[in-house]
């Protein structure tokens, strides 16, 4: 047996005592967890939890153990959210295929259950779809090609109310370090379009799908919002010289609002450019003096607002929360000044607020209903609530009576396994 | 239904290495295709310019009479089978199947009727309510088969779909395949590393090396006329033997001289045709030796005796390998060497392996009596690859008698076709066509 893993390895060695020479489907290790309502694979997939840390099992012929591997960790290495690959164990006995160990993703969700949980009678479809829809464009201009992206092959966090998706399975995944053509990402669109028809379908058939979603209608707007996201992100302008800065500094900040950043910005003399042959048909200005833009957008990950917020306060968010907890600190600080009269520096004031605010709701959580929600979520649904309370009986009521009656009337509600972990 | 016409293609990668290389093939209406050659050859790169995922540098690509260069996968109307297949399980057989046709909005009676024909073809019939749970790992398969089928794509691509799967699934899957292909008469493109799999399922087999294309036939003209060095090596297994050898003309004649004795020149070659050439590779393949003590006399005198060393034997019950290691000069045994590696093959190459009778009682350590059928024996140029010995004639006769016996089997298959087509349109083999005067 020979077992490969990334360092630092410590959580990864309390895996060596398990059964490896056995056939994974076989296994009756008391560290096995059964996940309900996870996605549906090709192959034998287990989950053990190990240390503190669930970890997903998946048994697949050497090659496909070994490539996954590399591809997963090549994500990781560019920041794309993916699952995080701890390891492969090969050379398992004659007959044993490879199996890949893969970390589960804290407070994932899987859109079986987000459908068969809906969250205040809310279906998700739509958040659901923009998150895979960014998800694919963040994969695409990376030069990832994904080869079978649908909803089962992805994982799904809350995201301060919208979600954000993780790409989990990279069997069918290709890296074309000099980037994708067309052609391949019309592929992997086309293919999304299908796989996801697929599995809406299949949500019907198991009467989970409401009856006003049509699997088609779904699938098609899936391609509508990738051309959309794509377009808005790397599509060329003609620019007037007069009003060049400012649509220039629009379109910067429209790439940056959509969670994207700009890797470089190249300006193309519009009549030279025609001349080289440059598909696109722009038109250049009549007094031929109109210059073409170029965009070339990079992924951001782990976000502008994402990275602050950790550098701040240690809290790891995703991009939505971080964004609203900074402005909650920025609240907060401007309360602060209010009330001393006198200027704060941002280092004290995140302080303050992580030690009086944050942690106050969050150490509040009763420990029974800890795991229903990421505890980011929890905070952010707190802050909504006192807004609710605070606007029904026309006085601010204060976070922490809005943290109690939350904790009383709202998370009890969410289904104690809507999220992965156990 | 449609021919898929390579013309010139070359890929060029941004470092400027050409992962194809001037590629001209034509696939026919209908053909079953294989693209094979080691790793790296560029076989998947073409495919995947077929399907259009990778940019054509230059050359021309033709589906049907359109020129698809710039047309966008999903208007190529092409199938690949197999890649990322996801069984629903929820939907039943039926529902699986006629998926994509629910997703073109066709209306319900079209989409019974074709799933209802494709469930046929296939002998899903009685499961066709069936969830996937309750299949087989063949039967999901076969599944996975229909929901192409059912598309009506003009041609099927296949990339290394098999290799995968173990060998029992695998073997069944290649005869389902080679089957289906057969009766539907769709044009198919498959690629494949592996040459067993190459001969048993094409009509054809285009072999690549280094993104240049080495020779295009049917699976008997590789074997029996290859084009030069490496397509002899690559095709059969194991593969053919290669001894280098000096021309020595006397008074009684010309022969060749070779680490394992001297043969007479094969009559499909003159001393001219050698000419001023130092040195030559002898190919002569493993199953074209034999015990020569049970040869009978008249077969004897087609070819020649040799006495070898036996180093190990392997008899495997219905053969007897036996192995026979010669002395090469070192410049060729580096050239075998490297051809060895190109060909993924762990065969020694300055060693013979010999098929012979299992009935043989020639063992290790032994001198033994070898007879060698050297009518059947190809020579080389070492510096070009070039096979000095092929027949042209006989090219093409193979070609013509490969394209006839495919066309018979399509006519067969259409007359018995319960069903015709499953929606493949017009696939009936026309009988007036003529076929090709030449293989390619």
Same mark, same amino acid.
């Given at each position: 047996?020979?077992?490969?893993?990334?360092?630092?390895?410590?959580?990864?060695?309390?895996?060596?005592?398990?059964?490896?020479?056995?056939?994974?489907?076989?296994?009756?290790?008391?560290?096995?967890?059964?996940?309900?309502?996870?996605?549906?694979?090709?192959?034998?997939?287990?989950?053990?939890?190990?240390?503190?840390?669930?970890?997903?099992?998946?048994?697949?012929?050497?090659?496909?153990?070994?490539?996954?591997?590399?591809?997963?960790?090549?994500?990781?290495?560019?920041?794309?959210?993916?699952?995080?690959?701890?390891?492969?164990?090969?050379?398992?006995?004659?007959?044993?295929?490879?199996?890949?160990?893969?970390?589960?993703?804290?407070?994932?969700?899987?859109?079986?259950?987000?459908?068969?949980?809906?969250?205040?009678?809310?279906?998700?479809?739509?958040?659901?779809?923009?998150?895979?829809?960014?998800?694919?464009?963040?994969?695409?201009?990376?030069?990832?090609?994904?080869?079978?992206?649908?909803?089962?092959?992805?994982?799904?966090?809350?995201?301060?109310?919208?979600?954000?998706?993780?790409?989990?399975?990279?069997?069918?995944?290709?890296?074309?370090?000099?980037?994708?053509?067309?052609?391949?990402?019309?592929?992997?669109?086309?293919?999304?379009?299908?796989?996801?028809?697929?599995?809406?379908?299949?949500?019907?058939?198991?009467?989970?799908?409401?009856?006003?979603?049509?699997?088609?209608?779904?699938?098609?707007?899936?391609?509508?919002?990738?051309?959309?996201?794509?377009?808005?992100?790397?599509?060329?302008?003609?620019?007037?010289?007069?009003?060049?800065?400012?649509?220039?500094?629009?379109?910067?900040?429209?790439?940056?609002?959509?969670?994207?950043?700009?890797?470089?910005?190249?300006?193309?003399?519009?009549?030279?450019?025609?001349?080289?042959?440059?598909?696109?048909?722009?038109?250049?200005?009549?007094?031929?003096?109109?210059?073409?833009?170029?965009?070339?957008?990079?992924?951001?990950?782990?976000?502008?607002?994402?990275?602050?917020?950790?550098?701040?306060?240690?809290?790891?968010?995703?991009?939505?929360?971080?964004?609203?907890?900074?402005?909650?600190?920025?609240?907060?600080?401007?309360?602060?000044?209010?009330?001393?009269?006198?200027?704060?520096?941002?280092?004290?004031?995140?302080?303050?607020?992580?030690?009086?605010?944050?942690?106050?709701?969050?150490?509040?959580?009763?420990?029974?209903?800890?795991?229903?929600?990421?505890?980011?979520?929890?905070?952010?649904?707190?802050?909504?609530?006192?807004?609710?309370?605070?606007?029904?009986?026309?006085?601010?009521?204060?976070?922490?009576?809005?943290?109690?009656?939350?904790?009383?009337?709202?998370?009890?509600?969410?289904?104690?396994?809507?999220?992965?972990?156990? | 239904?449609?021919?898929?016409?390579?013309?010139?293609?070359?890929?060029?990668?941004?470092?400027?290495?050409?992962?194809?290389?001037?590629?001209?093939?034509?696939?026919?209406?209908?053909?079953?295709?294989?693209?094979?050659?080691?790793?790296?050859?560029?076989?998947?790169?073409?495919?995947?310019?077929?399907?259009?995922?990778?940019?054509?540098?230059?050359?021309?690509?033709?589906?049907?009479?359109?020129?698809?260069?710039?047309?966008?996968?999903?208007?190529?109307?092409?199938?690949?089978?197999?890649?990322?297949?996801?069984?629903?399980?929820?939907?039943?057989?039926?529902?699986?199947?006629?998926?994509?046709?629910?997703?073109?909005?066709?209306?319900?009676?079209?989409?019974?009727?074709?799933?209802?024909?494709?469930?046929?073809?296939?002998?899903?019939?009685?499961?066709?309510?069936?969830?996937?749970?309750?299949?087989?790992?063949?039967?999901?398969?076969?599944?996975?088969?229909?929901?192409?089928?059912?598309?009506?794509?003009?041609?099927?691509?296949?990339?290394?779909?098999?290799?995968?799967?173990?060998?029992?699934?695998?073997?069944?899957?290649?005869?389902?395949?080679?089957?289906?292909?057969?009766?539907?008469?769709?044009?198919?493109?498959?690629?494949?590393?592996?040459?067993?799999?190459?001969?048993?399922?094409?009509?054809?087999?285009?072999?690549?090396?280094?993104?240049?294309?080495?020779?295009?036939?049917?699976?008997?003209?590789?074997?029996?006329?290859?084009?030069?060095?490496?397509?002899?090596?690559?095709?059969?297994?194991?593969?053919?033997?290669?001894?280098?050898?000096?021309?020595?003309?006397?008074?009684?004649?010309?022969?060749?001289?070779?680490?394992?004795?001297?043969?007479?020149?094969?009559?499909?070659?003159?001393?001219?045709?050698?000419?001023?050439?130092?040195?030559?590779?002898?190919?002569?393949?493993?199953?074209?030796?034999?015990?020569?003590?049970?040869?009978?006399?008249?077969?004897?005198?087609?070819?020649?005796?040799?006495?070898?060393?036996?180093?190990?034997?392997?008899?495997?019950?219905?053969?007897?390998?036996?192995?026979?290691?010669?002395?090469? +000069?070192?410049?060729?045994?580096?050239?075998?060497?490297?051809?060895?590696?190109?060909?993924?093959?762990?065969?020694?190459?300055?060693?013979?392996?010999?098929?012979?009778? +299992?009935?043989?009682?020639?063992?290790?350590?032994?001198?033994?009596?070898?007879?060698?059928?050297?009518?059947?024996?190809?020579?080389?140029?070492?510096?070009?690859?070039?096979?000095?010995?092929?027949?042209?004639?006989?090219?093409?006769?193979?070609?013509?008698?490969?394209?006839?016996?495919?066309?018979?089997?399509?006519?067969?298959?259409?007359?018995?076709?319960?069903?015709?087509?499953?929606?493949?349109?017009?696939?009936?083999?026309?009988?007036?066509?003529?076929? +090709?005067?030449?293989?390619?």
């Amino acid at each position: 047996m020979h077992f490969v893993f990334r360092p630092p390895g410590q959580a990864a060695a309390g895996l060596l005592t398990l059964p490896w020479r056995l056939p994974l489907e076989h296994w009756t290790d008391e560290r096995l967890v059964e996940i309900r309502q996870r996605g549906l694979s090709r192959h034998v997939v287990r989950f053990v939890a190990e240390g503190g840390t669930l970890y997903a099992l998946k048994e697949l012929h050497e090659r496909l153990a070994r490539r996954e591997y590399g591809l997963l960790r090549r994500l990781h290495e560019l920041g794309l959210p993916a699952v995080e690959a701890v390891g492969a164990v090969v050379d398992r006995g004659p007959d044993l295929d490879a199996i890949l160990v893969t970390r589960y993703l804290d407070h994932a969700i899987s859109y079986r259950s987000l459908f068969a949980n809906p969250r205040g009678g809310q279906h998700p479809t739509d958040r659901l779809l923009d998150a895979l829809v960014e998800l694919l464009v963040r994969l695409h201009l990376a030069g990832f090609m994904w080869g079978d992206c649908s909803l089962s092959n992805t994982l799904f966090r809350f995201d301060a109310g919208a979600f954000a998706a993780y790409h989990v399975d990279a069997e069918t995944a290709e890296l074309h370090p000099s980037g994708l053509s067309e052609g391949q990402r019309h592929y992997d669109v086309d293919l999304a379009r299908e796989r996801i028809a697929g599995e809406l379908f299949d949500l019907f058939a198991a009467g989970q799908l409401p009856p006003e979603v049509d699997p088609v209608e779904v699938a098609d707007d899936v391609v509508r919002r990738y051309e959309g996201l794509w377009d808005e992100l790397t599509r060329e302008e003609s620019l007037h010289p007069d009003d060049q800065q400012y649509r220039i500094a629009e379109r910067l900040r429209r790439i940056n609002e959509l969670g994207f950043d700009v890797d470089e910005v190249e300006l193309v003399d519009a009549d030279t450019d025609a001349a080289v042959g440059t598909e696109g048909g722009v038109e250049g200005g009549a007094d031929g003096e109109a210059i073409r833009m170029r965009v070339r957008t990079r992924v951001a990950e782990p976000g502008h607002h994402r990275r602050i917020l950790y550098t701040r306060t240690g809290i790891d968010a995703q991009e939505n929360q971080a964004r609203r907890l900074l402005n909650d600190i920025a609240a907060f600080r401007a309360h602060l000044e209010r009330e001393t009269g006198h200027p704060i520096p941002e280092v004290v004031a995140s302080n303050r607020w992580l030690a009086e605010v944050y942690e106050l709701v969050v150490q509040s959580i009763p420990d029974e209903l800890r795991g229903r929600l990421d505890e980011v979520e929890i905070f952010l649904e707190v802050l909504d609530h006192r807004w609710f309370m605070s606007e029904r009986s026309g006085k601010d009521v204060g976070t922490m009576a809005a943290a109690l009656d939350y904790f009383e009337n709202v998370l009890p509600q969410v289904p104690d396994d809507l999220t992965g972990t156990p | 239904m449609a021919a898929i016409t390579m013309k010139n293609i070359v890929k060029q990668y941004g470092d400027g290495f050409p992962a194809v290389n001037d590629v001209s093939l034509d696939v026919q209406d209908g053909e079953f295709m294989i693209l094979v050659g080691p790793s790296g050859c560029g076989k998947s790169t073409l495919l995947r310019m077929i399907v259009g995922l990778e940019d054509i540098t230059s050359g021309e690509m033709k589906i049907a009479d359109r020129v698809v260069n710039k047309v966008a996968p999903r208007q190529r109307n092409l199938s690949m089978v197999f890649q990322n297949y996801a069984l629903y399980p929820h939907l039943t057989v039926f529902e699986n199947i006629a998926f994509p046709l629910r997703l073109a909005k066709k209306p319900d009676e079209e989409v019974r009727r074709r799933v209802t024909e494709t469930a046929e073809l296939l002998e899903l019939t009685e499961h066709l309510e069936r969830k996937p749970a309750n299949l087989s790992g063949g039967q999901r398969q076969r599944v996975a088969m229909g929901r192409a089928i059912v598309r009506q794509a003009d041609a099927f691509l296949f990339d290394e779909p098999l290799s995968n799967l173990d060998a029992k699934l695998r073997g069944q899957m290649r005869a389902e395949i080679s089957r289906l292909q057969r009766r539907l008469g769709v044009t198919t493109v498959y690629v494949t590393h592996d040459q067993t799999e190459a001969m048993t399922l094409g009509d054809r087999v285009a072999v690549l090396r280094k993104g240049v294309l080495q020779q295009v036939g049917s699976p008997r003209e590789l074997y029996e006329e290859p084009a030069n060095l490496f397509v002899a090596g690559f095709i059969g297994s194991p593969s053919m033997n290669f001894l280098p050898a000096t021309l020595d003309s006397s008074a009684e004649g010309t022969f060749l001289e070779t680490p394992l004795g001297r043969f007479g020149l094969p009559d499909k070659i003159t001393a001219a045709e050698i000419g001023d050439r130092d040195v030559v590779l002898v190919g002569i393949r493993p199953e074209h030796f034999e015990d020569a003590s049970l040869v009978s006399e008249e077969k004897r005198a087609r070819g020649t005796v040799v006495q070898a060393h036996v180093d190990v034997t392997e008899w495997l019950g219905n053969e007897l390998y036996a192995y026979v290691p010669y002395e090469a +000069p070192e410049d060729l045994a580096a050239q075998l060497r490297d051809l060895s590696r190109e060909l993924d093959s762990d065969q020694l190459r300055t060693q013979a392996v010999v098929a012979l009778d +299992p009935a043989s009682m020639i063992s290790e350590g032994q001198e033994a009596e070898l007879w060698i059928d050297t009518s059947r024996a190809h020579i080389f140029d070492p510096a070009t690859g070039e096979n000095l010995t092929r027949d042209e004639e006989r090219v093409a006769a193979l070609g013509r008698q490969a394209e006839q016996a495919r066309l018979r089997q399509r006519q067969a298959q259409a007359g018995q076709a319960p069903t015709g087509q499953a929606g493949n349109g017009a696939t009936q083999a026309k009988p007036d066509q003529e076929p +090709p005067t030449s293989p390619d």
